[in-house]
């Protein structure tokens, strides 16, 4: 119980007046800092042609230590609806776009009573909990699922079941949510995690972890050094030789206090007239 409210908490924070509120990125990973609830990515793809089928999405997500997105009550899955909100503010350039949730069947039992029983969770979560749009799921050749996501769409036409779920084939190109173990704030982080608060705080901070100004500049540095180095010698080397040109210029000149010129004409003692 005490999980259901600190989820429902951590919806109204995210559409409060806190900082998440302003914009959930797509793509990045979004923590809770109390360390009991999971982590969050939201992945959007803009271009069509980007987005990924069941099986792609779920290894992206396993890749990076996570799986698909599994629901294991409402609470959460308006916490998943606050965030989507906040990634498609106005402003921000996301449109229409469903997204796999981790919910599946294997193909067996094809009959419509017996059809909705064989969905399963790819993470292995046993939550019977489920948020199926009107006559959903259709079954036959659809085996994975989707939340619907379509805040564009008039009410009569998309509206009423946006965030609901809807079973699609396997194969279509969707976007995607990952689900993540909760995250300890790393000390020397590789690519930037937002951490908020616990969702039953008042404090409405967000601590971002990135990378500072020095590793950067050792990346770069590091590989200039050879270069750096053949500068140094090719300049040593041509200082050495103007230098040893100078001193040879100075030793050949000439000592004039060992030319002599005789002023007395020469008699030829030898020659008459």
Request: one cysteine or more.
């Amino acid at each position: 119980m005490s999980r259901v409210v600190s989820l429902l908490l951590g919806a109204a924070l995210l559409c409060g007046h806190g900082v998440f509120c302003r914009r959930v990125v797509s793509g990045q990973k979004v923590c809770f800092a109390d360390l009991k609830h999971p982590c969050y990515k939201m992945a959007y793809f803009q271009e069509l042609s980007s987005r990924v089928s069941f099986q792609e999405a779920r290894l992206a997500c396993e890749s990076e230590g996570g799986a698909l997105l599994s629901l294991e009550n409402e609470a959460e899955q308006k916490l998943i609806e606050s965030m989507l909100q906040n990634l498609t503010k106005p402003g921000t350039g996301i449109s229409d776009g469903d997204f796999w949730i981790g919910l599946w069947r294997n193909g067996e039992g094809q009959t419509s009573g017996a059809c909705p029983d064989l969905y399963q969770w790819s993470d292995g979560s046993s939550s019977q909990y489920r948020n199926w749009y009107t006559d959903e799921p259709s079954c036959g050749s659809e085996k994975c699922v989707v939340m619907y996501h379509q805040p564009t769409a008039n009410p009569g036409l998309g509206g009423p079941y946006l965030y609901q779920w809807n079973d699609d084939r396997c194969n279509m190109k969707h976007n995607y949510i990952c689900k993540y173990e909760p995250e300890i704030i790393p000390t020397s982080p590789v690519e930037k995690t937002y951490f908020t608060n616990q969702p039953g705080d008042t404090h409405q901070n967000v601590v971002v972890t990135e990378a500072g100004i020095i590793p950067n500049l050792i990346y770069v540095v590091i590989p200039t050094i050879p270069l750096l180095l053949l500068i140094l010698v090719a300049f040593g080397t041509c200082c050495f030789q103007m230098l040893h040109k100078s001193k040879g210029r100075t030793k050949t000149s000439p000592n004039q206090s060992t030319l002599w010129i005789s002023k007395s004409t020469r008699k030829e003692s030898g020659m008459e007239v």
